[in-house]
Every structure is written in C-alpha cells, then in structure tokens.
C-alpha cells in the first residue's frame, strides 16, 4: 500500500485532545492570591499534587497555575500506557537499584492500585482497562531477554506469562512476531487526556482553585514565603511544588538534568469487526516491541489502533518550537512500520498524526529534590513513563514539602540524582552518537558497540 495515502488526510493534532468532552479552559489568574501550597503545572504531576494535598489536608489552600490548559501538553498527547512500574521498567530497576528493587515494584504496583480507587472514587471516566502489556519479539535475538525479563520478575512476585511464536500470534496476529511476554496485571491502557480533564474536575470538587492560560514567569522568595509571578497576578504560596516537566524550569538547576525528546504517534480510523478479527487482539492488552528503537501500540475504546515510537528525536541547544511537533519523515517511517507489522490491515488509513517533547534524564526515570529550604520540592525526567509514576512523584513531593521520613522519602532512587548531560555541543553529539548506536545495535542481534558499553559503564544505560 502506499503509505502517503494512508497519511493523507492525517489531521496534524493529538487525538486525544480532540475529543468532545474536552472542557472549556478555566480563566486566567488574575491580581494577587495567596495559598498554602501553589502547585505549577497543570498535568498529571501538578494536578495529583493539588488532589493527594487536599486528601491528606482538606483544610489545606491549594492553587494550581498552568501556562495553556490543563493535559495540553505531555499528559494529552501519550499513548495512554499507565504502568505500574516506577522504574521505566525491570531491567532499569535491576541496574540501578537492586537492593530496593521489590520495595519499589510492591510501590509501583500499589500506586497502579491508588489510580484505580481513585477513577472510581471520584467517578472519572477515562476509558481505564487493566489488561496489561504484551513485550513482542520480532527477531529471535530479543527472545533472550523476554526470558531474562520473565525470570527477573518471577523472582520478584510477578506471574507474567511467556509465549512462543503460535501463542504470541494466537493473542495478536502479526508475522512479524517470535515470541512474547504478558505481564497481565502491570499496565492499563487510559485515555490520556479524559484522566487530565478527570483529575481537575476531581481537584475542583475539593476546592482547589485551577487557573489555566497562567504562565508563571518568576519565582522569588519574600521572607518565608514564596512569589510566583505570573502574566496578570501572582501567587503568595508557603509551599510550590514544580511538576513542569521539561519546559524552561523555573528552578535553574533542572536544565542540566533534563532535555526535551520528540516523540511520535499516528492514530488510525476504527476498524471494522472483520479488520479487527484478522489481527484478533480479543484481550486489548497494549504492546511494545522488544527493539532498542521501538514501537508502541494499542487499541482505543473505539477499535482505533494508535501506533507510536521508534524516532525520538533532540533538537542541538533543547530547541522546544511548536513547529517540531510535525515531522513529516518520521510519520511516514511510522506508516510503513505499522503496515509491515499488520500486512492485513492494507487500506487502513491514518486520521491524525502528531508529535510532542518527553522529559527525559539519563536514569529513564523520575528524580525528585528541594530548593529554599525545602519550601519547593520537584519532581521531573519521567523519560515517557509518567502516566501512573506522577501519581507516586506527586507523593514524594508532598513528603519532602512536609519535611517527613516515609518509606518513600527513604530510598535511595528518591535520594539520589541522574548524571546531568553534559553543556553543548557536547550534549548534541553524544545524543546523536546514541541513536546512532543503539540503530546498530539492533541491526546487529542487540551486539552494543563501545559507546554503548561506555555508557552502560557509567550508569547512562541507554537502551531506548
């Protein structure tokens, strides 16, 4: 099939956020406020600060600042993978934090579970299906590590299920596929953006003050408390926390920690029962292949299959510019990709195509920290598994904001920071160099060459 005619009529925005239940933005700030906890950022991290805040507190005064609208940008645009992993997966925990491993699954199976009661609590719909995620090996050199990976999460009480070619194909139908792993219980698939526009409304019913078109332009401190400077007022806060992601931090540290990848995503039209039989997929879990550049996909509440990953482009000096959020080349590499992997799909086309920056830091997982004294705590560098650890991000922060000992403010991967990326045009280059390898890599049976065994040396562990 030609695949410029599958993308046709793609429209260039997230499909989730064209979605009619989308709300009409709340107005802007407007004068001076004060509060007890000012959270900045309107998306998953901010606005499970502002609703745990006032679950713990509801005598608490919480305001939330967000520069466009609430789950406008990363936590609308994803792919709706909400994993209970905190760690962006086994083998990264395993690497970096063996000895605290099981403590940080049983947490991040936990805060899977704190999600769930929440949807319901509060009677949000955002399309929540607990079928879990499916790891696909397309060459037989990946089927080492889906065992390896079987193994390691055997030993840490997990039951995932391991299948073979027929088993694999049996669940979902493709030929490319050799192999498969089925952790059953771990992922849930979400509407991204009805779980944003959820949690808001959640944190309104509680009386926290949401003002979105309010970008924060300064922070100060003004004996004791904190100012936020936004466009027409600005917030008196004795706490802030900072779920900002990687956009310009209003803490300066964050810059060497944290840069901005492009991801990429084609959703298409809703198949038909016969297109959707021809693949079956009956137990709806989502799937990602078990390449270094890999793919990610899943089926959405109404049979559309959103197809996403492989490129993940950085632009020299942490460009961020609304323009890079379309990449021709990249869509069309997505089409064929997705079509080599569903050659009984042909005719199937494409109804939007679109791209936004993941907040990646060289660990693949969240780091969390204070500044003034502890009356700012951030939490940031998710590296694109963020939909279920901002719920435990958003915990940590309120822990470190109360100044208490808990369970979580206790481990070492809380403690500790990522190595921060090196300045330009250094950073740039090794970025580049990493794409590169890890391209070869997988066209030479997962072999890593020196650069990656480097940064494997140094704990960089770029492997995705």
Known sequence: MNVLKALAEAEPVPYWLTDPARPEPAPALVGPVTCDLAVVGGGYTGLWTALLAKERDPALDVVVLEA????????????????????????NGLERWPDELATLERLGRDNLDGIERTLARYGIDAEFERTGELDVATEPWQLDDLIEAAEAARRLGHDPVLLDAGQVRAEVDSPTYVGG?????????????????G???????????????????????????????????????????????????????????????????????????????????????????SANQFHYYRLTADNRILWGGYDAIYHYGNELRTELEQRPATFVKLARHFFQTFPQLEGLRFTHAWGGVIDTCSRFCAFYGTAYQGRLAYAAGYTGLGVGATRFGAAVMLDLLSGSRTERTRLRMVRSKPIPFPPEPLRYGAIQMTRWSIARADRNEGRRDLWLRTLDRFGLGFDS
């Open 68 to 91: 466009d609208r609430v789950g406008g940008a990363a936590s609308g645009r994803n792919g709706g993978f909400c994993s209970a992993s905190l760690t962006h997966g086994l083998g």
């Open 181 to 197: 792993l089925w952790d059953t219980g771990g992922t849930a698939m979400v509407h991204p953006a009805k779980l944003a526009w």
């Open 199 to 289: 949690l808001a409304d959640a944190c309104r019913s509680l009386g926290v003050r949401v003002y979105e078109r309010t970008p924060v332009r300064s922070l100060t401190d003004q004996g004791g408390r904190l100012r936020l400077g936004t466009s027409y007022g600005s917030v008196s806060a004795a706490r802030v926390a900072l779920g900002t992601g990687v956009f310009p931090p209003l803490l300066k540290r964050l810059k060497h920690y944290l840069v901005p990848v492009y991801d990429y995503a084609l959703m298409t039209e809703p198949l038909t029962d016969a297109q959707l039989a021809s693949i079956g997929w009956r137990n709806r879990q989502g799937i990602g292949d």
